[in-house]
Structure formats: C-alpha cells, structure tokens
C-alpha cells in the first residue's frame, strides 16, 4: 500500500477522550497521529463543564470523598443495569489507572469537585458525586497551541464568557492535553476528514484514507485505529433513521459530528448497536430557532413544566438527560412532548430572570416574535396563546399551588433529591426547589427535547476493540465515545460520564496496541 503516512496508532477526532489516547500512546512510544476533520481541535469537549464520572479515582481520594466499589457497584445495578456488564467492569477497573497514568503527566491536573449523581435516589448513589475535573488552566506562553482551539459555547445558549488566557472547562483539559501533546512526537493534524478504512485481505484494519486541504491523504498503520471522533447527531438522515421524528436541529453537538467514522466502521465490518440513543437534555427554546442548554431556572420555585396537554410530566429539576428522556419518551408515547412549555409566574422572572435575560431586565421583542416565549395575563390566555388546553393548565397550577405553599411536590417529589437542590434556591424554605404560582402575567418558554450527541455506535469488547456482527474482533480497529455504542445504556450515571468513558475506552484501546501480546485477534469478544 501506497502511503503518505506511516504511524503506528491514528486516532480519529480531537475531543478530551481522544487526545488522552494520543498522549498515552505517544507516550507509550507509539508513532501517534491524530486527525480532525474541521479546523478546530476540541469537539463537544470544548461546549462541556470538562467533568469526568471517574468514581475511586485518585482526586476523590485525595478529596477524601467516602466511597466504595461495592456502593459503585450497587448504584450502577440500579440505573445502567446487567446489560454488558463486562464493558462496565473494564471502565471501573481501569479508571483508577489511567487518571494515574495522566495525572504523572506534568500538565494534567485534576480535582474532585461536588456535582451530585444523577441518580440520587438510587442504592448506593453518591449525593456530594463522584466527578472529577481538570484544574483551570493560564494559557500565557501557550497561545500558538490553544489558537485552533474550539469556542465555548455563547453564554446565551449555555455556556460562558472565559476570561482568556484562563481556560476553564472542557477547554481547560483540552488545553492541558494539547501542550503535553506538544512535548511527544504526536502530529495532529486538522481539516482532515476520515473517508474509509483499508481492510487487508486477512480482514485486518491496516490503514485509513481521509481527505485533506490537499486531497486524499493515505495512513498506513501498525497498531490499529481508534476512532473517537463524536457520534452522528449532525446527520440528519440518520437522524430520522434511527430517532424518528427527531432530527439534527436541537442538538448541542459540535458540528463535524456528523458520522463519517461511524459510517467507515460499519463499512470495514464493524457492528453497531444503540443507535437510538442519546445522551439527552431539554433545550430552551432561542429566538433563532436553536435550542439552549441551561440548567439553572428548572430548579426555582415559581415554575413547573408542561406537556401538549396542558400537564405536569415529570421532576423538572430533574438532571437534563432524566428530563430529556422523558421528553422523548413520553412523545414515543403518544402524549406530545415536542415542544413542552417552562411555565412561570411574574414572581419568578423578577427573582430570577426569565428567557436568558437577567432579573429586571426586559425580555427583547424577538422572543416573542417567533413564539420562544409566549406571555398572558391570565392562565387561560397563556393557554390558548401556546397551544395547551386551557382548563387542564389551570387545573395542573391549582393541583401544584395547593402543596406548592407547604414547599411540597406529591406527585414528582421536586426537591426531595441532592441534585434538585443543588439548582434550587437557599432562601426559600421549607424547599428550595418548590413554591406556587400565584402572580401574573404568567410566562411560557418552549422547551424541546435535545441532546448532547448520539451514544450508540460501534460496539466494543472491553479492551476497545470493535466487533463483528457475529461477536468476533475487527482486528485492528477500536472505538471510544460516542463513536462507540456506550456501556452506560440508557443511563447518564452522572456527570462527566461521556468524558470519562471516552478518556478510559481510548486508554484501554491504547494499552492493547501498546501491548507485548498485540495481535489484535480474530477470536470471540
């Protein structure tokens, strides 16, 4: 084979995950290269907080958060379920490890920060968390390596104004990984876009082909590839495929995610499975049609949410994937979900703010010119206004308002649990997270169900390693992230775990390259 590059371990995509592979692997001596198919490294990582569900870590430990494998264990038994159980083993078995390994590294750092689990009332759930996060990061010396460095997401949709050359974030751990990467032999690449996979015709992956600014650039490899390069929640045909009725529009992934590797791994053999799955998250509705990704006004009292029929449907404080869920769930259902309203009273937009605008500030005309928020002075007008029948909106405030005084929720508990709290507001008591609506004008915000990225992909044992429909190894080929079908289900354990298992996943995928024994195999999972 004809080839421009020679390496021994390409890696696909240039989020956290897989530049922690690059690293392990330039580290471990492994000839490195990594391609980027736009012309900014980062991917989602760049859009995210930068946390990873890394439970027994070496952070939590030195946090001294109390924890245990057994409670582990036992909270994972409760929401991820039995379902490939190996994957779940390898991630908590390994995860200890491979924080070591990059923390030796003299430019990572992380700290355990609290961040409840997602599941707080769940057996053996971590109500301070169990998420760790890389330090921020002073970028002074380092420009020219942060320079290609995705933006964070607009604070209007989210994310927030970083005062550069501090990074924070998912940027701060970028950051971090770039200029370690810098000091190895690792050449990343960008504007290159992964096209196909070379399948040799023992049926081992030994090369890839991509096109760059200069046309087809051919890698032939040693090791393996690993591909790491986000999910396809930017292609709309798959999309609509695999989650009918919903599309690419109101999703939060970065805009390269669009499926190509997925579509090279499916093509060289690989077997996928999941592929309807997300890590999901309401998206309150923007003026130009986009959604944003907020989590703090679903936690004030003063507020509920409501489905196209005019009703309550779950815990609104709920973390975004729990909420999300229900979302699409409850459409699949037969109940419309798409859009559901964030309905408030004038009370709670003078306390805190209403449409991405702060208190006491004006909410601009163009968010009501396109029905991102709707206002009425009375519940029956809101009601007709969006689209809800008006007498279940009214019986659905008089059934919250009359335990909503006592700081009650007895239909979904709001505020019973560490999470909702953690989003509510201290100075309300009995519960942060609850009180009535009882002053107009009432407001509406449209809320529909977006995501984070697609979850299922390209299914792996556990050592990374990509599988053939009939269970045996695709020699040669690995997968982590969202490239690869998630071992968490159709859970969110809590927070950072798309980070996390993406950064471990990609570490085991470049421990079996870089091992003595590597053959790659052809042998069951």
Known sequence: MAADQQCDVLVVGSGAGA??????????????????????????????????????????????????????????????????????????????????????????????????????????????????????????????????????????????????????????????????????????IKSTELQSLIVSDDGRVTGARASGPE?????????????????????????????????????????????????????????????????????????????????????????????GAGVRFADETWPYDRLGRAMVEGHAGGVSHIPCWFVADQEHVDRYGFAATRPGKEVGAEWFDNGAVVKADTLRDLAQRIGVPAAALEATVEEWNATAVEGKDPRFGRGELAFDRFFGDPSVEPNPCVGPLTRGPYWAWKVVPADLGTKGGVRCDERGRALRPDGSVLPGLYAAGNTMASWTNHCYPGPGSPIGSCVVFSALAVRDMASPAFGGGSGGS
């Open 215 to 307: 046309g087809e650039v051919v890698f032939a490899v040693d090791r393996g590839v690993l591909l790491a390069a986000g999910g396809f929640e930017r292609n709309d045909a798959l999309r609509h495929r695999y989650q009918d009725p919903l599309g690419s529009d109101w999703t939060f992934g970065a805009p390269g995610n669009t499926g190509r590797a997925l579509a090279a791994a499916e093509a060289a053999g690989a077997d996928t499975r999941m592929l309807d799955e997300c890590w999901w998250a309401p998206g309150l509705m923007l003026p130009d049609g986009t959604p944003a990704f907020r989590l703090f006004e679903r936690g004030k009292p003063g507020s509920i949410m409501v489905n």
């Open 19 to 188: 530049l922690a592979g690059a690293l392990l692997a330039a580290t471990a001596g492994l000839r490195t290269v990594v391609i980027e198919k736009s012309d900014q490294f980062g991917g989602t990582t760049a859009y995210s907080g930068g946390g990873l569900w890394m439970p027994l870590s070496g952070p939590s430990e030195r946090a001294g958060v109390a924890d245990s494998r057994e409670d582990v264990d036992r909270y994972l038994d409760a929401t991820v379920g039995p379902e490939h159980r190996e994957l779940r083993d390898a991630y908590l078995d390994a995860l200890p490890g491979v924080i070591e390994e990059l923390e030796r590294n003299q430019w990572i750092e992380f700290e355990w920060r609290p961040f409840p689990d997602y599941y707080c009332e769940a057996p053996g759930a971590q109500p301070d968390g169990r998420s760790i996060y890389a330090l921020n990061f002073d970028a002074t010396g380092h420009e020219d390596v942060v320079a290609d460095l995705r933006q964070p997401l607009p604070a209007e949709k989210g994310g927030w104004k970083e005062p550069f050359p501090l990074m924070i974030g998912g940027r701060a751990f970028l950051a971090r990984l770039l200029v370690a990467l810098r000091a190895t032999d690792a050449v990343l």
